[in-house]
């Protein structure tokens, strides 16, 4: 005979402002790390139930810029945005890079 388990919400974390697509535990059991839709990974401290930490996931084309490549058309580049692509970027003034 099979038993019967319930389960109860515990806490609700908050701050991503998509779907939360994973959800990781430490080794140890003390911290938890989410992503989310929202390209970032936020990292918790279970039993004090804080927010520790707010990682920025890098894109695939992350700063890559667009503003010279011809024909694509408004939904490739439209996706190339989406994937971290900037257009017209300015020199760092440092490196002398795009960025």
Request: with cysteine; aromatic share 4%.
């Amino acid at each position: 005979m099979a038993r019967e388990t319930t389960s109860r919400l515990c806490q609700t974390l908050t701050g991503h402002t998509g779907y939360v697509q994973g959800v990781v535990w430490s080794a140890d059991g003390r911290m938890l790390a989410r992503c989310g839709d929202d390209h970032t990974i936020q990292v918790w401290d279970r039993k004090r139930s804080q927010h520790l930490q707010t990682l920025l996931r890098a894109r695939p084309y992350e700063r890559l810029d667009s503003s010279g490549i011809r024909g694509l058309t408004q939904a490739e580049i439209a996706t190339l945005q989406a994937l971290g692509a900037v257009e017209d970027a300015a020199p760092d003034a440092i490196s002398g890079r795009n960025v």
